[in-house]
């Protein structure tokens, strides 16, 4: 039942993803749950994917980013900080490769759930819903 539920969960990440990433569909809801929506596409639409380069980009253009998408990086880089320290032992064994994309890294250690101390895996449940999972 749990697998059921969890996988039923990322099913709907990656519904989400999708929409919050391309922002075409729904823009509206999109923008409710990621307002960097449109400065993804804007600023940053000629950026692959992948290895942390989104984040560079923002971290680049900082200044062309709206306020509310400001505010949404730097918490989820200080997201990703406090899941590296939780679980630090699993992205070494496990995530090694993603470190340089908190949505990778957040990605990588959702798909390795079960393997994950209980440390790592309290800390990565307080992350469920709040960020898309990564397009691939």
Not at 60 to 65: A, G, H, L, S
């Amino acid at each position: 039942m749990k697998q059921h539920l969890f996988t039923m969960f990322m099913a709907g990440v990656v519904a989400v993803a999708v929409l919050v990433m391309l922002g075409a569909a729904l823009p509206v809801f999109a923008q409710s749950i990621n307002p960097c929506t449109e400065d993804m596409k804007t600023i940053c639409g000629d950026i692959t994917k992948g290895g942390g380069r989104l984040l560079r980009c923002y971290e680049e253009r900082k200044d062309k980013i709206s306020t509310d998408c400001r505010a949404w990086v730097e918490g989820a880089k200080a997201n990703a900080d406090a899941l590296k320290k939780a679980c630090s032992k699993e992205i070494d064994a496990r995530c090694n490769f993603e470190k340089g994309d908190p949505l990778e890294m957040l990605d990588c250690l959702q798909g390795n759930y079960i393997d994950l101390s209980m440390q790592c895996r309290e800390r990565l449940n307080e992350f469920k819903g709040r960020y898309p999972k990564p397009l691939h």
